[in-house]
């Protein structure tokens, strides 16, 4: 992933015309912190928070549990914030954090010692104007929340503007859960429209039905026109040619179902990764990064991509694409709903107001729209080979003003 990030980079600082001197202080990270949580049990994690770029602002980015969290990947994926932050014209830059650790293999009196413990690790580094870390893969508002609440106990803040993401009794703000697999289904509803398919009958499948991916099933369904075929879990996908019922998927989820267990009249099993090779227009990948390489590229029938995890297609198979026509709305446009509306979280709080689920989803379209207008725009421009080209080129101009 963070290979693909560099070599995004690299291409469309050339093409502006940069010189190396410019592309190495766009590749490298302002500061790399790196410690290690000991719990109760003697069990030590590794724990990381990258700073990538705060030209445009404090550091902003989500912090991760996940075992494959290491220092290539929180590299990978603040340098892929700061280029979100950059692409949507936000006052934010880039930074990431993570614990290598498999949570479903923790208490959640575990999970509370492991937040803590990270902001005991990390406190000096962030804040309301440093650095704003908000959920990622595997954290929620409730861990959000013990990590704002020790933050408190060390620092004394009682902004609640040191995390975003935090549940709405704690200083959250109302759409934020919901906010990136919302984006996401407003950037596709914008490109589609653009490329003249907005009235169209579209099938879809979601790779991976956490956060990201539930939400945007639920949804999507506001579009008569899309129909959602397939999606998955890390075990299994599960695929109806008639179509799936998202609110159904999403209640049997937060169930803590299994999608092998998932049963609906015309459902069928298939492994997780056929997913990729299935026959549907759109394939929205909401699980992990680098899920399409070299490997599996090459089964993908879908003429539209959208990138709702980060960095989930990489550099071999965005070139693959291009030479196929099948557009990959990337993830620093299509999955940037989340710190959009992190950013709306936070300026709540520095304001110390409290804005309706309305006023925040339309702050939220109005930027994808002008975020999608752009794009395309960027696209058209001479020697712009591809979407994720245009998407970087709009975020470097923005970064090297
Ligand atoms: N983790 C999300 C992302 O990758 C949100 C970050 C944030 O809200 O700061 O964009």
């Known amino acids: 992933m963070l290979k693909t990030a560099q070599q995004l980079i690299t291409q469309a600082a050339q093409n502006l015309g940069l010189d190396q001197f410019s592309i190495d202080a766009l590749l490298a990270t302002d500061a790399e912190h790196q410690f290690e949580i000991e719990l109760d049990s003697g069990k030590k994690l590794h724990a990381y928070r990258v700073q990538h770029n705060n030209k445009l602002g404090p550091y902003k980015g989500g912090i991760r549990f996940h075992p494959d969290v290491d220092l290539d990947e929180a590299r990978a994926l603040a340098t892929l914030m700061s280029l979100k932050t950059a692409a949507?014209?936000?006052?934010?830059?880039?930074?990431?954090?993570?614990?290598?650790?498999?949570p479903s293999e923790m208490t959640d009196q575990e999970l509370e010692e492991i937040s803590r413990k990270y902001v005991r690790g990390i406190h000096e580094h962030i804040g309301p104007d440093k650095d704003v870390p908000a959920?990622?893969?595997?954290?929620?508002?409730?861990?959000?929340?013990?990590?704002?609440?020790?933050?408190?106990?060390?620092?004394?803040?009682?902004?609640?503007?040191?995390?975003?993401?935090?549940?709405?009794?704690?200083?959250?703000?109302?759409?934020?859960?919901?906010?990136?697999?919302?984006?996401?289904?407003?950037?596709?509803?914008?490109?589609?429209?653009?490329?003249?398919?907005?009235?169209?009958?579209?099938?879809?499948?979601?790779?991976?039905?956490?956060?990201?991916?539930?939400?945007?099933?639920v949804i999507a369904e506001q579009y008569p026109n899309w129909k959602l075929l397939a999606?998955?879990?890390?075990?299994?996908?599960?695929?109806?040619?008639?179509?799936?019922?998202?609110?159904?998927?999403?209640?049997?989820?937060?169930?803590?179902?299994?999608?092998?267990?998932?049963?609906?009249?015309g459902a069928k099993h298939l492994s997780a990764d056929e997913i990729i090779g299935l026959d549907v227009d759109v394939l929205v990948l909401a699980a992990l990064g680098d899920a399409i390489t070299e490997d599996n590229m090459r089964d993908?029938?879908?003429?539209?991509?959208?990138?709702?995890?980060?960095?989930?297609?990489?550099?071999?198979?965005?070139?693959?694409?291009?030479?196929?026509?099948?557009?990959?709305?990337?993830?620093?446009?299509?999955?940037?709903?989340?710190?959009?509306?992190?950013?709306?979280?936070?300026?709540?709080?520095?304001?110390?107001?409290?804005?309706?689920?309305?006023?925040?989803?339309?702050?939220?379209?109005?930027?994808?729209?002008?975020?999608v207008k752009n794009l395309v725009e960027t696209s058209k421009e001479p020697g712009v080979i591809n979407l994720p080209e245009a998407a970087f080129i709009i975020a470097i101009r923005r970064l090297t003003k």
């Open 88 to 102: 949507m014209g936000l006052p934010l830059g880039g930074g990431k954090g993570g614990v290598s650790v498999n």
């Open 135 to 217: 959920p990622d893969v595997n954290t929620n508002g409730t861990i959000i929340d013990w990590m704002v609440d020790e933050y408190e106990k060390i620092t004394g803040d009682t902004s609640k503007a040191s995390f975003t993401g935090k549940t709405i009794k704690n200083g959250g703000s109302l759409g934020r859960e919901a906010a990136t697999g919302r984006g996401g289904v407003i950037a596709l509803s914008e490109l589609l429209k653009y490329d003249g398919l907005a009235a169209e009958s579209l099938t879809f499948a979601i790779q991976g039905f956490g956060n990201v991916g539930s939400f945007f099933a």
């Open 231 to 265: 999606t998955s879990d890390s075990a299994s996908t599960v695929y109806s040619p008639s179509g799936l019922n998202a609110n159904d998927l999403f209640d049997f989820k937060e169930g803590r179902g299994r999608f092998s267990d998932y049963k609906a009249e």
């Open 300 to 371: 993908v029938k879908a003429k539209y991509i959208v990138e709702m995890a980060n960095g989930p297609v990489d550099k071999a198979a965005i070139d693959y694409f291009t030479e196929r026509k099948v557009s990959i709305l990337p993830g620093i446009i299509a999955n940037a709903g989340g710190v959009i509306v992190s950013y709306l979280e936070w300026v709540q709080n520095k304001k110390n107001e409290h804005w309706t689920e309305e006023e925040v989803n339309q702050q939220l379209t109005e930027y994808m729209i002008e975020a």
